[in-house]
């Protein structure tokens, strides 16, 4: 059985990208990309040449029960976003909920956000906060 990588992608900056991150999508059998065009940039950008599908809003019901497949046929898939962590805001939460339902094990990857930085710019306390 493959595993499911959510994996963190730069928000401005390619820079802002893990080592762990720059692994896992240098050695997976597939990456799912929210656009394929923005991806492209940062996988160009560090010299990764995985093949990379589409994966969005408007294919994302369509793709689940071929991606689930692959899955289980030992594929080792990741899911990126254009900027951030994917499901926060992004496609990903029903690819997610059906690899848990089949019993394919998910990871992802600590990395870029956007609220956190926007949190503690805001001089706001955020000893407690919800987002």
Do not use: W
Not at 67 to 93: M, R, V, W
């Amino acid at each position: 059985m493959g595993k499911l990588f959510l994996v963190p992608t730069p928000i401005g900056n390619l820079k802002d990208i893990t080592f762990r991150a720059i692994e896992v999508l240098s050695h997976v059998d597939l990456i799912l990309a929210e656009d394929t065009r923005t991806s492209s940039k940062l996988l160009k950008h560090y010299d990764i040449s995985v093949s990379l599908q589409s994966h969005h809003m408007h294919n994302e019901h369509s793709m689940l029960s071929s991606i689930i497949s692959k899955l289980k046929q030992g594929k080792n898939i990741a899911l990126i976003s254009d900027a951030g962590t994917p499901a926060i805001s992004d496609p990903g939460f029903l690819l997610v909920r059906e690899a848990i339902a089949n019993n394919i094990e998910t990871e992802c990857l600590p990395g870029a956000t956007a609220f956190i930085p926007a949190l503690l710019q805001s001089g706001f306390p955020n000893d407690r906060f919800i987002f």
